[in-house]
């Protein structure tokens, strides 16, 4: 998860268009990991200069 992270801060404003969402862009992403076994929702606010992981699911 932490690779996952860092590399969404390195895309910096690009990491807006990462994932699923249902706004076009910026929102809550949701990000597939691990062949559909897990998926971990982040926000990026580029104003903050920060990416947000706010959830990490595992389906095991």
Known sequence: M???A???TALGR???KIGKSPVPEGGVRHL???R???FFSSLVVP???C???CNI???G
């Open 47 to 49: 104003r903050h200069c």
């Open 51 to 53: 990416v947000y992981v």
């Open 2 to 4: 932490e690779r996952l």
């Open 14 to 16: 690009d990491a807006e």
């Open 6 to 8: 860092g590399e969404l």
């Open 32 to 34: 597939v990991f691990l």
């Open 57 to 59: 699911t595992w389906l």
């Open 36 to 38: 559909n076994r897990g």
